[in-house]
Every structure is written in structure tokens, then in C-alpha cells.
């Protein structure tokens, strides 16, 4: 999924056909208030920014998510100074290109950010333990030779899990991982969706096999 936070509809027109063209889903944000309640709300492995937004700089909502995660950002804007490049990446952009861009580099430059999306486990391969099968690469949960199907919520506090395998996440690390930081959300949000979690994956969500409660502290995933 492609995430386009772009407040010129043409543009946006113009994204969604190129991007839908090569394979891509794509979702659109034209403020970045918007933006930031969808990269939060969903899982977006690409995030297309541009800094000239109306409410607020595009500069600070990479800033933002920067604290609480490593999706890849591409800035795409009309401000070619090299101030203005030097400051997006240093402030966590991956990439950045200047309007008005070329079709056929801004889709090469998606591809390589997609392959150093953290999401990608590449040599490491899926995350297995029993009949559990994660593959972030693939987004793709199997249970046995059973599917899963996650919603947006549910598939990033797994994938939250996964990356740390064994070991134990508070609630609050939780909720900045997969909410995003300074959520309101209270602490029953994380065992609410991991309540959801174990009827889709454990075999008995009374008694865990995978998706283990580390009491008055958190959660862990198995590791073995």
C-alpha cells in the first residue's frame, strides 16, 4: 500500500492512475492531519509526501512518524534548494524528488525503497515457530495450511511482535509501535486487539500457545 499525502488533486489523480497501473493500492491524504491519521490508522509500506501541505509542514509530519516508525518516505515537492533536501533527509526521508518528476524514476525510486523497508525480512526469510507462519515480505499469516486474515490494526501488532520475537513489549510501546505516539487510547486497547488476535491464531485463546501475556507488563511472542 502506497500512502499519498498530497493537497494538489491533479497530482493525486495523477499518482493514483500511475501507481494502481503498476500493481499498487493506493490511499490519499490532502492535509497532513489526514496523513498522519492514515499512516497510523493503516499500514502503509510507502509513504509519498509532499512539504507544501495546508495545515501544517510536510517537514514535521515526517518528524512525527519518524518517532515511531521506519516506514520508507519519499518527498516529492516543488522546493528543489538543496537546504530544503538536506533538511527532509536528515530529518528521516528516504528519498526525495523535485517537481515535476518523471514518471518511470519516481516508480524506480518506489521500488528501492520498498526493498529497504524494514517489513522486508529478506535473507532472514518468514518469522516460524510451531504451526505459526508470519511473512512480512509477503504479508502473509498461515496457521497450518490455514490463511489468516488480518485487519489493518491486528496485522501491525503482530508484525510488532514478530520483529521482536521472545521478548516481552510493554503496553505502552505498544501503542507508540502501533498507534502511533501520543495516542489517547488507553491500555485496554492492546489486549482488546490481542484478544482478537488469539481467536484467529491459537488454537485455544484461553491458553496461548503463541501470543503469550507477560501479567501487569505487556505481551510476547514465542520464539520457540
Known amino acids: 500500500m502506497v500512502l499519498v499525502v498530497e493537497d494538489d488533486r491533479q497530482i493525486r489523480r495523477f499518482l493514483r492512475a500511475l501507481l494502481t497501473a503498476q500493481g499498487y493500492r493506493v490511499v490519499e491524504a490532502d492535509t497532513g492531519k489526514a496523513g498522519l491519521r492514515e499512516a497510523t490508522a493503516r499500514v502503509p509500506d510507502v509513504i509519498i509526501l509532499d512539504l507544501g501541505l495546508p495545515d501544517m509542514e510536510g517537514i ?19 522546493r528543489g534548494h538543496e537546504r530544503h533536501k ?27 525503497a520498498l ?48 520483529k521482536h520475537a521472545g521478548k516481552v513489549l510493554t503496553h505502552g510501546h505498544l501503542l507508540a509501535e502501533v498507534w502511533g505516539p501520543g495516542c489517547a487510547f488507553e491500555n485496554t486497547y492492546p489486549r482488546v486487539y490481542m484478544s482478537q488476535l488469539r481467536r484467529k491464531i491459537e488454537k485455544d485463546p484461553t491458553r496461548p500457545r503463541y501470543l503469550l501475556t507477560e501479567s501487569g507488563v505487556g505481551y510476547r511472542l514465542a520464539a520457540e
Open 60 to 78: 514535521d509530519l515526517l518528524r512525527e512518524v519518524r518517532q515511531w516508525s521506519s516506514i520508507p518516505v519519499i518527498v516529492l515537492s516543488a
Open 115 to 162: 526493498r529497504r523497508s524494514p517489513d522486508s525480512r529478506g535473507g532472514d526469510g518468514p518469522f516460524t515457530v510451531g504451526d505459526l507462519k508470519v511473512d512480512l515480505a509477503a504479508r502473509r499469516v498461515t496457521v497450518g495450511d490455514r490463511e489468516v486474515h488480518l485487519t489493518p490494526i491486528e496485522y501491525r501488532l503482530l508484525a510488532a511482535l514478530v
Open 86 to 112: 538536506v533538511e527532509a533527509l536528515d530529518s528521516g526521508a528516504d528519498d526525495y524528488l523535485t517537481k515535476p518528476f518523471g514518471a518511470s524514476e519516481l516508480c524506480a525510486r518506489l521500488r528501492v
